[in-house]
C-alpha cells in the first residue's frame, strides 16, 4: 500500500507525485510536454506502463503497471480500439492502491497541484471527468467506482431505468452486453458523473476552468494564430485538459498556443 502523502518538495512547499498511465508505443510530443510541465512545476511524475516509452522525458518514475493490474485486463473497445476502458479501470486501483494523484497524460500543468480530500474536476455544466482525479482510499467513491468496473459484463449503475431494465433482461437470460460494446464514457465521465451525484460530491468537486477551460469541440484555439495558452485559461487554472484525442492534425507553428506548449 502506497500513502497519499508521498510528496515531494518544491521549495518549501510539499507536492504530490502525480500517476500517469500509458498503454504502448512511444508518448509524442504533446504527451512528453504535458509530463515536463508537471515536473517544471516542481511535482515527481511516476508513469505507470507495461512497455516503457523510448521518449519517457529524464526524471520521470517509470512504475511497471503488470504490478497492480494484468495487462489481460486492459480492456479496449471493441468498435474503435481504444483502451479508455481498461484506462479507467486502472486509474481506479491506482487511487484506491493509496498511490495518490492520477492525471491523463495529455493534461498540461500550469500551477502546481496542492493535496486535497477529492480532486474531481467538473466538465460541463452535466458532466465531472476523470482526467484529474484524486478521493479517498476506501471512500464510498472508490467502492463504486471499483464495483462497477470489477468485469465486463457488470451492467451501469449510471444507465437510464428502461435502458438498465433491457440490460438486467438480457443478462437473465444469458446474453449480457459486454463494456467493450457500450458507448464512450461509460467507465469514465458518465461513471464518475454518476457517482459524484450519487454521493452528493459537488461541493467538493473544482469548477470548469479549474482543469477543463478547454472544452473538447474547441480544440481548435490552441492552433490559432495570435492567441496565447493565458487567452484560454482563468485565474483559477491549474491544468488544462489538451483532449489529445480531438486535436486537429495540422502543424505546429509560431504564435500559436500549442507550440507555446510544446517548446514551454
Known amino acids: 500500500m502506497y500513502s497519499f502523502l508521498d510528496l515531494r518538495k518544491s521549495g518549501q512547499v510539499m507536492l ?7 498503454n504502448s508505443g512511444p508518448l509524442g510530443e504533446v504527451h512528453v510536454a504535458c509530463i515536463r510541465s508537471f515536473m517544471r512545476q516542481g511535482h515527481h511524475v511516476r508513469l505507470h506502463c507495461y512497455a516503457s516509452p523510448e521518449d519517457a522525458p529524464q526524471g520521470v518514475e517509470l512504475f511497471d503497471a503488470s504490478r497492480l ?15 479508455a ?20 497524460c495529455d493534461m498540461y500543468c500550469l500551477h502546481p497541484i496542492q493535496p486535497s480530500e477529492y480532486i474531481i474536476g467538473q466538465e460541463d455544466k452535466d458532466t465531472f471527468n476523470g482526467a484529474i482525479l484524486y478521493y479517498p482510499t476506501g471512500s464510498e467513491m472508490s467502492k463504486m467506482l471499483l464495483n462497477a468496473t470489477s468485469g465486463k459484463y457488470v451492467i451501469p449503475p449510471h444507465l437510464k431505468p428502461i435502458k438498465k431494465k433491457a440490460a438486467v433482461l438480457r443478462k437473465n437470460l444469458g446474453f449480457p452486453k459486454s463494456v467493450e460494446k457500450q458507448g464512450w464514457g461509460v467507465w469514465g465521465p458518465k ?49 488544462v485538459h489538451l483532449c489529445h484525442n480531438a486535436l486537429p492534425k495540422q502543424p505546429v507553428t509560431p504564435n500559436r498556443p500549442m507550440w507555446e506548449i510544446l517548446n514551454a
Not at 69 to 83: A, D, H, K, Q, R
Open 69 to 83: 493490474m494484468p495487462v489481460e485486463e486492459l480492456i479496449s473497445n471493441s468498435i474503435t480500439g481504444s483502451v
Open 191 to 239: 461513471l464518475i458523473t454518476h457517482c459524484v451525484k450519487s454521493l452528493g460530491l459537488e461541493p467538493k468537486t473544482s469548477p470548469i476552468d479549474r482543469y477543463y477551460p478547454l472544452h473538447y469541440n474547441h480544440t481548435q484555439l490552441l492552433f490559432e494564430d495570435g492567441l496565447t495558452l493565458r487567452d484560454i485559461v482563468t485565474p483559477r487554472t491549474q491544468a
Open 85 to 104: 476502458l481498461g484506462s479507467d479501470r486502472y486509474r481506479y486501483r491506482l487511487i484506491e492502491a493509496g498511490m495518490g494523484i492520477y492525471c491523463d
Open 16 to 22: 504530490p507525485t502525480i500517476n500517469m498511465f500509458w
